[in-house]
């Protein structure tokens, strides 16, 4: 089993910036994709941004297109979303996902889930 670990969430103001990790323990696999999701309240999950083993492709959701960047370091397992110029529309919970199997995708599954960190934004 792999175990996801998110931290970084947290009260911000409009404007500000929150950088969220994601740790990845257990059974951890030398291959396959991580992404982030965020669920409003009231709201369906939605995708944020995933990207690729090597770290060379990404992509992301239009809404946080330019404002968000995702990184992963293999060496230590983990995963970051750098968030700048947060809006209030940016408050969910924010979800780390993996796979071991490659093939960055808007729709494609993942195997393993975190148990989400909250952002808030404030106006």
């Known amino acids: 089993q792999v175990q996801l670990v998110e931290s970084g969430g947290g009260l911000v103001q409009a404007g500000g910036s929150l950088r969220l990790s994601c740790a990845a323990s257990?059974?951890?696999?030398?291959?396959?994709?991580m992404g982030w999701f965020r669920q409003a309240p009231g709201k369906e999950r939605e995708f944020v941004a995933a990207?690729?083993?090597?770290?060379?492709?990404?992509i992301y959701a239009n809404s946080v297109k330019g404002r968000f960047t995702i990184s992963r370091d293999n060496a230590k397992n983990t995963v970051y979303l750098q968030m700048n110029s947060l809006k209030p529309e940016d408050t969910a919970v924010y979800y780390c996902?993996?796979?071991?199997?490659?093939?960055?995708?808007?729709?494609?599954?993942?195997?393993?889930w975190g148990q989400g960190t909250q952002v808030t934004v404030s106006s």
């Open positions: 996902a993996a796979d071991k199997s490659d093939g960055l995708g808007y729709l494609r599954s993942y195997a393993y």
């Open positions: 257990g059974r951890t696999f030398s291959s396959g994709i």
């Open positions: 990207i690729s083993w090597s770290g060379g492709s990404t």
